[in-house]
């Protein structure tokens, strides 16, 4: 465990403020809930006592942090191979394949992401899940970011809360597509199907922007970007546009092909066995040098060959 020490004067312009709101408010780069947790657990001292987190704090006031910074779960580190993108200090950027799950979970409780990073790096099990930020589905291919520091976790854990991380992907959907556009609509639990997300009244807010790169016969090549992630997104909203994903077997399993297809390409499209879903494009601040930055990674074989199958084909 790594122990943390801080210690601060509450200024003039947090006078009669919570002392929870108050000290995130001056060390921004460790979260409220986290400061909270440590207020609760007695480790922070104003005026060597103990305050609550809702108690008022006044100018003058004198704050003292002492913690320790202490692991997370008790997943174990497993030898995974992991594509690297980029990484320094603060961050790691990490091309997914398909077939690997992020989280350990029911029926998935190692051979994870997060069993691989624990290996990659024993440090990262200071952070939750390991440093993971955001996630992408088991089948889906492509970048995601991995934090650290709790200090970077906490900046890009908010910056994805803002809507500032940009987030871009490849994809081909059956049918075909006339313009771009915007979907904006509501995604929660399907009310009879736990395991499925569905366009539901009650959901949260999903918003995700499509453009055409190129229309074929029967499918639609789209560039797509989030300004939301809620599960399943993409995957969710094209289908309820009545154009799934091609390969998805939850959303669009029975409706990938038409009566006209050429045969080459409709043994193909049948034995596609995933959705043609990649994360392509990450664009973000980075939490330590503040400028902006921006990763890629090329489509994966499978959907390549997908694409020289379409245009042999059209």
Same mark, same amino acid.
Request: aromatic share 6%.
């Given at each position: 465990?790594e122990?943390?020490?801080l ?6 312009n947090?006078?009669k403020k919570r ?5 995130s ?8 809930s986290r400061?909270?947790?440590?207020i609760?657990?007695?480790s922070?001292m104003?005026n060597?006592k ?8 006044d100018a ?9 910074q ?5 997943d174990?580190?497993?030898?995974i191979?992991l594509d690297?993108?980029h ?10 394949p ?25 440090n990262q099990?200071?952070l939750?899940?390991?440093?993971? $930020?955001?996630?992408l589905?088991?089948?889906? %291919?492509? #970048?995601? /970011?991995?934090?650290r &520091?709790?200090?970077? =976790?906490?900046?890009?854990v908010?910056?994805?809360q803002?809507?500032l ?5 490849k994809?081909?959907v ?9 979907i904006?609509?509501k ?8 395991t ?5 009244e009650n ?8 453009r $055409?790169?190129?229309?074929?016969k029967?499918? %639609?090549? #789209?560039? /797509?970007?989030?300004? &939301?992630?809620?599960? =399943? ?11 799934p994903?091609v ?11 038409k009566?006209?297809?050429d ?6 499209v049948q ?8 994360a ?20 994966p074989?499978? /959907? ?6 379409l245009n042999?084909?059209?």
């Amino acid at each position: 465990m790594e122990k943390i020490e801080l210690k601060t004067v509450i200024p003039e312009n947090l006078k009669k403020k919570r002392l929870d709101f108050a000290l995130s408010e001056l060390f921004p780069e460790h979260s409220r809930s986290r400061i909270q947790s440590w207020i609760k657990e007695g480790s922070v001292m104003v005026n060597s006592k103990n305050y609550r987190q809702r108690d008022l704090v006044d100018a003058g006031d004198v704050v003292e942090i002492n913690t320790e910074q202490k692991t997370f779960g008790k997943d174990k580190a497993e030898s995974i191979p992991l594509d690297i993108i980029h990484e320094d200090n603060e961050i790691i950027i990490v091309n997914k394949p398909a077939g690997l799950v992020v989280h350990p979970g029911a029926g998935n409780q190692d051979h994870t992401l997060v069993n691989a990073l624990l290996n990659f790096d024993m440090n990262q099990d200071r952070l939750p899940r390991a440093g993971i $930020i955001h996630r992408l589905d088991k089948d889906t %291919t492509g #970048l995601m /970011i991995i934090a650290r &520091t709790i200090e970077s =976790h906490t900046y890009l854990v908010d910056q994805l809360q803002r809507r500032l991380i940009k987030r871009s992907y490849k994809t081909i959907v059956c049918g075909k597509l006339l313009t771009g556009g915007k979907i904006e609509n509501k995604i929660g639990r399907h009310p009879k199907n736990r395991t499925k997300m569905a366009v539901i009244e009650n959901g949260k807010l999903a918003i995700t922007h499509y453009r $055409i790169i190129k229309k074929y016969k029967h499918y %639609t090549y #789209l560039d /797509i970007t989030l300004d &939301t992630g809620r599960t =399943h997104q993409i995957r969710v909203q094209m289908s309820n546009m009545k154009y799934p994903i091609v390969g998805d077997q939850i959303y669009g399993k029975n409706l990938s092909l038409k009566k006209d297809i050429d045969t080459t390409l409709r043994d193909f499209v049948q034995n596609f066995n995933r959705q043609a879903l990649h994360a392509y494009n990450l664009e973000l601040i980075h939490p330590k040098t503040k400028k902006a930055v921006s990763y890629d990674a090329e489509l994966p074989d499978d /959907i390549k060959n997908l694409i020289t199958m379409l245009n042999i084909n059209d």
